[in-house]
């Protein structure tokens, strides 16, 4: 807060107002009419870059870096008069909603709307609009600045948006084409709607998982907006979306929050039927799932809202539609600039009412549960303590002692026993509804019928043991882990450590990057008088003393990582295996390829890849679909196929050497979809469940009204539920879990038991559905199937995971489930070395 004091003071310095009618419209600076052409990210920020020079109404920060290096910005829009106190608005704003402490000043109240724009990088209309709406703001519109100030980020995903634009002029008619056909309007895979990593970041800001969205919350949560608006687009035939939004909506939304959403979308109406624009509200697009840019802001207060255009990739300049008119850019640039505008226009007739609702929000003494308490290992504390940083959500340790209350691993009200480890969240707190929507057990749903998943409960995404209190429990200040300060013993047989967490995972990666040789047990044993679990790492001076510096190195990766190193004397086992045992296993640095392109899911494909680069910092390559040979192959000890479908990369030759490279020792990881590919085909024990056929319904003829069918279909599905699986956690890929584990189940997948193979973690007779929404015939569908598994052929195997661990890298504890399949499953038969 203080840098942001005097960054502001830096600014006045340099603050020269100039008069306004002087100032160049877009069209002007850029050299075309908006809507003619796409505008490159660069030029955008040049255009904001001008108007803050040149106008006294708006300010222009770079809040970060995207991964391809663009800058991410945003413009302060306001009376000269506000704009000179702005840190007073934004201090009393928060200090008035109690989100910071001390006595508030209303005489400086101001409505506070942020405007996002093209989040959905090909979703391309929105940037456009972005730079006439700033410009009618501080022109035509002037007036309403005295009330208001508004926030501009012309450009959430620069990096997507070049992925298109840049596309989009390189195969672009002229002039333009409006046939389907025509190149401009079929958009290469993976398309510009991703960031870099191809990521969605309309699915991101409470996972904060990528760099544009962890740079954005700081900003964020440092104005908390009164109004939130995430402009996207939709199918070229639809008509425009605004609020209000459909059912359901989550339990913690206020009725003042769906009353002025009502309110702003009826002045939205206005102005459409006066053009003759149709629109269409009330529909499509809920407010539940927490990570969106509209419900994630309506959990902290606001009043967030989606508004949809036509458009997206497959529209260009201009598209004809299968309503037979032609669809322009120019006409959607207008609808965005006009909900925008209309936007400020209620906010700035209302502060009134907008600040004393927001106060409101922030009491939070009406929740059911007062204090989360969760209990882990210090690694998954750490990991859910930096998620709750990114949204300045407050934590505290406990004292030793039990508290009762809804325990999440026993699905039923029983005692947790705490000691000063157990971290506490209490609700009790500005955040207190954020806090509630994410670690609620179980979230109301209002209606089945919605647009994503269903349950994120983050006790059962971070594995973390957990009760959900009624009574406030109140704790102390947490400290930050005492740095681990291991010493090098050359004088030993060398080092073990324990393996139950990501942060293990990551030390493993470096130390086989610098090429230190690493071993993992297949079986507990006991060294130096200390017990280890199956996992657990050894580093032996035999199998690196050709390294120079080993001792050091290691420690100093150790000690980088804050690892436990326990240093054995001997390789001699007081129990169990000796170091030389068969059961203390070589880690091959194994070669990994990843499939991409054509086939493949651009999500699960971008998930791998940013988990590999960003998370375990672990190298992976990269390989087209098409590219696909054996002399690939022969370069690869593991191969992943993403979420896909490959019947048409996988002929008979291709699954031919496929097949023959995995006997001869390579292994293929299969994640969601592309298990699709191997059931059932010829040499493959795996095999698909597929839902029996309803016999009342099909066999007779179906009787359900075609107005029901809708719901009827529901029963079928399975939208992101928490299943609590059983796992066999003897077998490599699960070293490090306990006997269960909840699993994020994204669909009615399903496929049978093994009987030659492992079944790692697996569903018995009676699914147990912790969370979420999943259809009563899907249920029965999943009964007795497994949800990660094992098939070995010859001397390598096939790895199944028909659940995602890597969904939107949020489902922390199941990380490890990959990486063990990565390192540990199968590997002695790489015979590289
Ligand atoms: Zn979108």
């Not at 004292?399 to 029983?414: P, V």
Request: proline share 4%; net charge negative.
């Amino acid at each position: 807060m203080k840098n942001l004091s005097v960054l502001f003071a830096v600014f006045l310095l340099s603050f020269q107002p100039v008069f306004t009618q002087e100032l160049q419209s877009p069209q002007d600076f850029l050299g075309y009419e908006i809507g003619t052409r796409f505008t490159r990210n660069a030029d955008v920020v040049k255009y904001f870059e001008y108007v803050a020079n040149k106008s006294g109404l708006v300010q222009y920060h770079t809040y970060g870096k995207t991964n391809e290096f663009r800058p991410l910005t945003y413009a302060m829009i306001s009376s000269e008069e506000n704009l000179k106190n702005l840190e007073e608005i934004r201090i009393d704003h928060l200090k008035n909603a109690g989100i910071i402490s001390g006595p508030a000043d209303s005489s400086t109240d101001k409505a506070i709307v942020w405007l996002s724009y093209n989040v959905h990088g090909n979703e391309a209309s929105s940037t456009e609009a972005a730079m006439q709406t700033l410009y009618e703001l501080i022109t035509s519109k002037k007036e309403w600045l005295k009330n208001t100030v508004v926030i501009i980020d012309p450009c959430l995903n620069p990096d997507g948006r070049d992925r298109y634009v840049n596309w989009y002029n390189q195969v672009k008619a002229e002039p333009y084409n409006t046939s389907h056909m025509a190149t401009e309007h079929n958009e290469p895979w993976p398309g510009g709607r991703p960031n870099h990593y191809l990521f969605d970041l309309n699915r991101d800001w409470a996972w904060a998982t990528q760099v544009e969205t962890r740079q954005r919350l700081k900003v964020y949560n440092s104005w908390m907006p009164h109004i939130h608006v995430d402009f996207h687009e939709q199918q070229i035939n639809e008509p425009y979306y605004f609020a209000p939004a459909a059912e359901p909506f989550h339990e913690v939304i206020t009725p003042f929050q769906r009353e002025f959403q009502t309110e702003i979308g009826k002045n939205h109406a206005k102005y459409f039927d006066e053009q003759g624009w149709l629109f269409f509200t009330k529909e499509s697009f809920d407010l539940l799932y927490p990570s969106y840019g509209d419900t994630y802001p309506v959990y902290m207060g606001a009043i967030g809202m989606t508004y949809e255009q036509a458009g997206g990739g497959v529209a260009g300049l201009g598209i004809e539609t299968g309503e037979g008119y032609e669809l322009t850019l120019t006409d959607r640039v207008a609808h965005h600039k006009t909900t925008g505008l209309s936007t400020v226009e209620v906010a700035a007739k209302n502060i009134e009412k907008l600040t004393s609702e927001f106060k409101k929000f922030f009491q939070n003494n009406k929740l059911l549960y007062k204090s989360y308490a969760l209990n882990g290992s210090p690694d998954k504390i750490a990991a859910l303590k930096k998620l709750l940083d990114f949204h300045d959500i407050s934590y505290s340790k406990a004292a030793s002692g039990k508290i009762k209350g809804f325990n999440y691993t026993q699905n039923k009200t029983a005692d947790l026993n705490t000691t000063e480890n157990t971290l506490i969240v209490n609700t009790a707190q500005p955040k207190g509804k954020m806090v509630k929507v994410l670690f609620e057990p179980s979230t109301k749903l209002t209606d089945s019928l919605t647009y994503d998943i269903t349950a994120w409960s983050l006790p059962y995404a971070y594995g973390l043991e957990a009760v959900a209190s009624t009574r406030a429990i109140s704790g102390s200040e947490t400290t930050s882990p005492k740095p681990v300060i291991n010493t090098a013993t050359p004088a030993g047989a060398g080092y073990i450590t324990k393996w139950d967490s990501m942060q293990d995972a990551r030390f493993l990666a470096e130390m086989l990057n610098e090429g230190i040789k690493v071993r993992f047990s297949e079986i507990p044993f006991e060294n130096s008088n200390q017990k280890f679990k199956s996992g657990s790492l050894v580093i032996t001076k035999s199998d690196n003393r050709k390294l120079e510096n080993f001792d050091s190195k290691l420690i100093e990766i150790a000690n980088k990582y804050n690892r436990q190193l326990t240093a054995a004397a001997s390789s001699f086992a007081t129990s169990g295996p000796d170091f030389g045992s068969s059961e203390i296993k070589i880690i091959n640095k194994a070669r990994i390829g990843v499939l991409r392109g054509e086939g493949t899911s651009s999500l699960n494909y971008g998930e791998i890849w940013h988990f590999f680069e960003q998370e375990l910092k672990y190298p992976v390559t990269s390989i087209n679909t098409g590219d696909l040979d054996n002399k690939v192959l022969s370069g690869l000890d593991v191969l992943i196929f993403p979420s896909g479908n490959y019947d048409s990369i996988l002929n008979d030759q291709k699954m031919k050497e496929l097949k023959s490279w995995v006997k001869s020792g390579g292994k293929v990881i299969a994640i969601d979809n592309a298990l699709g590919s191997f059931a059932g085909k010829e040499g493959f024990e795996l095999k698909e469940n597929k839902p029996a056929a309803k016999k009342d319904s099909t066999e007779k003829g179906n009787l359900i009204p075609y107005k029901l069918r809708e719901r009827e279909s529901i029963k079928n599905l399975i939208t992101g539920s928490i299943i609590k699986t059983k796992v066999d956690n003897t077998h490599p890929m699960a070293f490090g879990y306990g006997d269960t584990y909840f699993s994020l189940k994204l669909s009615n997948d399903s496929f049978s038991l093994l009987n030659d193979g492992y079944n790692v973690v697996y569903l018995k007779e009676n699914p147990e559905i912790i969370s979420g929404f999943a259809g009563s015939d899907a249920v029965k569908n999943i009964k007795n199937s497994m949800i990660f598994g094992e098939e070995e052929m010859g001397k390598g195997s096939f790895i199944y995971l028909v659940d995602n661990p890597l969904f939107r890298n949020f489902w922390e504890n199941g990380k490890l489930f990959f990486v063990n399949s990565i390192f540990f499953v199968n590997n002695e038969d790489l015979n590289r070395y």
